[in-house]
């Protein structure tokens, strides 16, 4: 059954970083694409950043572009996104999820963890 | 803005039919599958349609998907209060190189 399990929101000022951990089970990182997406506060969902199956392909959102990294850990089983030079606009409650089949569809999502960007 | 464009809101009686419209262009919907999510209130979202009208495994026939030209359409019939919650189309935009949504559509079973 697959599941995933995101860690690491919290507080952080501007400018600041911060690296979100997605823990996944019941399927292998290097056999499925992996997605960030975000949703601020009472707003809809934002697609964040994408990671092919083999690791060879990232795109990102233009938002955050230059300052996101998605990247993997397949020994760990685990998805990462570091945020650095955050904004206050980045305030959100970030989602991953696995691809389906490459086909650049979200499908198993996890809970989310909510990162806030204040001062 | 979203890339996408849903209905703000739509609703309907229970035990009644409505349809969420998606529209977009060719960059997206019009070559690319379009893909329909179930956000129930502070869960995360679920995927109900994928490749324009598949169902997950679990996903009842209550929910369909259609696709035409650069638009799409959500089915949901049999409507349940516990059917109220935003609904929101998803695609890949080849023009961006990213996923795109739309702004997402809140249903409200009167």
């Known amino acids: 059954q697959v599941q995933l399990v995101e860690s690491g929101g919290g507080v952080v000022q501007p400018g600041g970083s911060l690296r979100l951990s997605c823990a996944a089970f019941?399927?292998?990182?290097?056999?499925?694409?992996m997605h960030w997406v975000r949703q601020a506060p009472g707003k809809g969902l934002e697609w964040v950043a994408f990671?092919?199956?083999?690791?060879?392909?990232?795109y990102y959102a233009d938002s955050v572009r230059g300052r996101f990294t998605i990247s993997r850990d397949t020994s760990k089983n685990t998805l990462y996104l570091q945020m650095n030079s955050l904004r206050t606009e980045d305030t959100a409650v970030y989602y991953c999820?696995?691809?389906?089949?490459?086909?650049?569809?979200?499908?198993?999502w996890g809970q989310g963890t909510l990162v806030t960007v204040s001062s | 803005q979203s890339v996408l464009t849903q209905p703000p809101s739509v609703s309907a009686a229970p035990g009644q039919k409505v349809t969420i419209s998606c529209s977009g262009s060719?960059?997206?919907?019009?070559?690319?599958?379009v893909s329909w999510y179930q956000q129930l209130p502070g869960t995360a979202p679920k995927l109900l349609i994928y490749?324009?009208?598949k169902r997950p495994s679990g996903i009842p026939d209550q929910f369909s998907g259609s696709k035409s030209g650069t638009s799409a359409t959500l089915g949901i019939t049999g409507l349940q209060t516990g059917d109220e919650a935003d609904y929101y189309c998803?695609?890949?935009?080849?023009?961006?190189?990213?996923?795109?949504f739309g702004g997402g559509t809140k249903l409200t079973v009167l």
């Open positions: 490749e324009n009208n």
């Open positions: 019941g399927f292998t990182l290097s056999s499925d694409g």
């Open positions: 990671i092919s199956y083999d690791g060879n392909n990232e």
């Open positions: 998803g695609t890949w935009d080849s023009s961006l190189t990213a996923v795109v």
């Open positions: 999820a696995k691809d389906r089949g490459g086909t650049g569809t979200p499908d198993y």
């Open positions: 060719s960059s997206n919907i019009g070559n690319n599958y």
